[in-house]
């Protein structure tokens, strides 16, 4: 995984919906628009705590039903089927408790995973589940093609919340070293039946890739960098490059299923998040760019 100074990840305060308010009501922001990664962020987080409240509105209720967290043979606790499920389902979201964009920078919501997330390096132990790239380049009506590239992981030591236990789903192979790489991607694929894909900023959702039946553990592949803890190598061997492109062809699919087949629930969470409201955006509640104000003398608020 990409190497991460967390010690500049910067907690807004408050509670979800103060920090969604924020976004949206503070007239001294310095910006004239907010960032679309930490305005979601914060819709994320807002959607967690009212789940109960907004996930049928949104269309997206069913996704607190389908899998569940229990000890795994494999590692630790692992997310296993409640229910027969077919190939393209999507069973459940990624909680975004940390992004980081770019350049480095880091944003979390939630005070409470300052902790764990402030030597990011030592909670990325190799097999870490926490890390995932968003977006990858395929485009949905629900992920724009100017979206901004950044990473998302979940702080595993939280409360399980209903309806975010991507970040559950175990590899069902390790990857020891660098000559292991292809016999890992093998094995990993074999073994995995689901897939973490982007449905809006900043949220990823876990997908079938086949059948599963009802108490069948759900896997995923983390991938040789994860493991190893290395950034992904610029050339392979024909053999390691024909396993990713295969790995990447199925992502790209499945990426493309979850947004035919949810479409209009897709759109509908895209809304949440960004607004914090479960009625379909219309040009008259759009909120428009604030237009750049002259600098006062002293200066507060988002940024």
Not at 26 to 50: F, I, M, R, S, T
Not at 98 to 111: F, P, R, S
Not at 114 to 125: E, K, L, N
Not at 180 to 198: I, T
Request: hydrophobic fraction near 40%.
């Amino acid at each position: 995984p990409r190497a991460v100074d967390a010690t500049s990840a910067r907690w807004r305060g408050g509670s979800p919906a103060r920090a969604k308010r924020r976004l949206l009501d503070d007239d001294d922001a310095k910006e004239p628009a907010v960032d679309p990664v930490q305005w979601g962020q914060a819709g994320a987080a807002l959607l967690a705590n009212e789940w109960s409240n907004v996930a049928d509105q949104i269309g997206i209720a069913e996704l607190g039903d389908l899998a569940e967290a229990r000890p795994s043979e494999i590692h630790g606790t692992g997310l296993f089927a409640t229910k027969d499920l077919e190939l393209g389902t999507l069973v459940t979201l990624y909680r975004p408790d940390l992004t980081v964009d770019d350049t480095g920078k880091a944003l979390m919501i939630d005070e409470a995973d300052a902790s764990y997330f402030q030597d990011f390096q030592m909670a990325q132990a190799p097999g870490s589940r926490q890390y995932f790239v968003f977006p990858p380049g395929v485009r949905t009506s629900a992920v724009p093609e100017d979206c901004p590239r950044f990473w998302v992981a979940a702080n595993p030591g939280k409360e399980v919340v209903t309806g975010f236990l991507g970040h559950l789903a175990n590899d069902g192979a390790s990857c020891a070293d660098d000559g292991d790489v292809e016999r890992y991607l093998a094995e990993s694929a074999e073994k995995a039946n689901a897939c973490l894909v982007p449905l809006c900023i900043p949220l990823m959702g876990l997908v079938l890739a086949e059948n599963v039946q009802k108490g069948q553990e759900l896997l995923v592949t983390y991938g040789y960098d994860a493991w190893l803890r290395t950034p992904l190598e610029t050339s392979h061997s024909k053999a390691v490059e024909d396993l990713l492109r295969k790995g990447a062809t199925q992502y790209a699919g499945l990426t493309l299923m979850a947004s035919e087949r949810y479409g209009d629930a897709l759109k509908r969470l895209s809304n949440f998040v960004r607004t914090g409201s479960t009625q379909e955006a219309t040009p008259s509640t759009i909120r428009p760019k604030r237009a750049k104000r002259k600098k006062k003398p002293t200066s507060g608020g988002f940024g």
